[in-house]
Nanobody, 125 residues
């Protein structure tokens, strides 16, 4: 059974940092695309960052230069380092796995089969 469990969400002030973790079990995630998505109240879910099998990273324009996605294949853990947080980053953050892609990762959440339960990030001004 595939399980993705996020952690690391918190309430911080603008300019602060957080590191989100996503522990993956039941799935060899290192072979395929993984992504972080977020959804703020009243808004649609949006892609934040993706990482391919070969560790090619992609970022939403809104987080480029501030967020970094990474993975530790030995521990089956996906990370999202978030620096210089802004109130606009407030959202529920989800990690997701796409078993059908490995090189060119999709930006669409509908392409990801496995999802975690989410972790809340709140940034105050």
């Amino acid at each position: 059974q595939v399980q993705l469990v996020e952690s690391g969400g918190d309430s911080v002030q603008a300019g602060g940092s957080l590191r989100l973790s996503c522990a993956v079990s039941g799935y060899t995630y290192s072979r395929n695309c993984m992504g972080w998505f977020r959804q703020a109240p009243g808004k649609e879910r949006e892609g934040v960052a993706t990482i391919s099998r070969g560790r090619i990273e992609r970022y939403a324009d809104s987080v480029k230069g501030r967020f970094t996605i990474s993975k530790d294949n030995a521990s089956n853990t996906l990370y999202l380092q978030m620096n210089s947080l802004e109130p606009e980053d407030t959202a529920m953050y989800y990690c997701a796995a796409d078993p059908s892609r490995a090189v060119y990762c999709s930006w669409f959440g509908a392409d990801y089969n496995y999802w975690g339960q989410g972790t809340q990030v709140s940034v105050s001004s």
